[in-house]
C-alpha cells in the first residue's frame, strides 16, 4: 500500500529563517510526488511536482529514493509562507490517477 | 476561466437530512474526485470518476454516493447525514490519468456542519 507520512502537524519558524517541511512516502515502484499548499480558508493549489524540479515562491523539494523521502525546503521563510502544506504521492496501476495525500503541516512564519 | 467550481459553499443540515454537493469543472478534465478534509486527517478521497461514465470507491466511501452527470459535472449526494460527515468537501479534477503537467486543480471547497 502506498501511504505520506509528514511527520509534523505544526511548525513554527521566524521570518528569514530556513525552513523544511519533511515527507517521507512508501511506495514500492517509482513513484511521483507533489507539494501543495493551502492558504487559510483558500483551495488547494499545486505548489511543486518533483518531476519539474522547478522552484516555485523560493521553495524546492529534492525526491532522495533512498531515504523515501521528499521535503520541502525554503532557506528564507517570509510570513506569506505561513499555510498547510500538504505532501502528495500518485498511485500506479489501477490507481495510477489517484492521489494520495499526508496528512499535513501547518507553517506558521512568525515575524 | 472558473475552473473547478463547488456548490453551496457552506451548509448545515439536521442529521438524517440528505443534500447534493455540485461539482462542476470546464478544463474539460476527464477525471474528477471527491476528498473530505477534517483537521488532522488531512484529505481523504470519497469516490472518484476516471472519466465519463465511470466511478468507483475511494477510501471512504459509506455514507455517500456520486453521480458523473456528464464530462463536466460530478456530484456527491449524502443520503442521511450524519455528525461525523461534518467536514470541508472538496472535488477535483485532473486532465487524464496518465498524464500530470498540473495534476489536480481543486474547487474552493465546501464547509458542512451535521447537527
Known amino acids: 500500500a502506498q501511504r505520506v507520512t509528514q511527520p509534523e502537524k505544526l511548525l513554527s519558524v521566524f521570518k528569514g529563517a530556513p525552513v523544511e517541511l519533511k515527507c517521507n512516502y512508501s511506495?514500492?515502484?517509482?513513484?511521483?510526488l507533489f507539494w501543495y499548499v493551502q492558504y487559510s480558508r483558500q483551495r488547494l493549489q499545486l505548489l511543486l511536482r518533483?518531476?519539474s524540479r522547478e522552484s516555485i515562491k523560493g521553495f524546492t523539494a529534492d525526491l532522495n529514493k533512498g531515504e523515501t523521502s521528499f521535503h520541502l525546503k525554503k532557506p528564507f521563510a517570509q510570513e506569506e509562507d505561513s499555510a498547510m502544506y500538504y505532501c502528495?504521492?500518485?498511485?500506479?496501476?489501477?490507481?495510477?490517477?489517484?492521489?494520495?495525500f499526508g496528512k499535513g503541516t501547518l507553517l506558521t512564519v512568525n515575524p | 476561466n472558473a475552473g473547478v467550481t463547488q456548490t453551496p459553499k457552506f451548509q448545515v443540515l439536521k442529521t438524517g437530512q440528505s443534500m447534493t454537493l455540485q461539482c462542476a469543472q470546464d478544463?474539460?478534465?476527464?477525471?474528477m474526485y471527491w476528498y473530505r478534509q477534517d483537521p488532522g486527517m488531512g484529505l481523504r478521497l470519497i469516490y472518484y470518476?476516471?472519466?465519463?461514465?465511470?466511478?468507483d470507491k475511494g477510501e471512504v466511501p459509506n455514507g455517500y454516493n456520486v453521480s458523473r452527470l456528464n464530462k463536466r459535472e460530478f456530484s456527491l449526494r449524502l443520503e442521511s447525514a450524519a455528525p461525523s460527515q461534518t467536514s470541508v468537501y472538496f472535488c477535483?479534477?485532473?486532465?487524464?490519468?496518465?498524464?500530470?503537467?498540473?495534476?489536480?486543480?481543486f474547487g474552493s471547497g465546501t464547509r458542512l456542519t451535521v447537527v
Open positions: 518533483h518531476i
Open positions: 470518476s476516471a472519466s465519463e461514465g465511470t466511478t
Open positions: 502528495a504521492l500518485k498511485g500506479s496501476g489501477g490507481s495510477n490517477y489517484k492521489l494520495t
Open positions: 511506495y514500492s515502484g517509482s513513484p511521483e
Open positions: 478544463m474539460n478534465h476527464n477525471s
Open positions: 477535483a479534477s485532473s486532465l487524464d490519468p496518465g498524464l500530470w503537467t498540473h495534476g489536480y486543480t
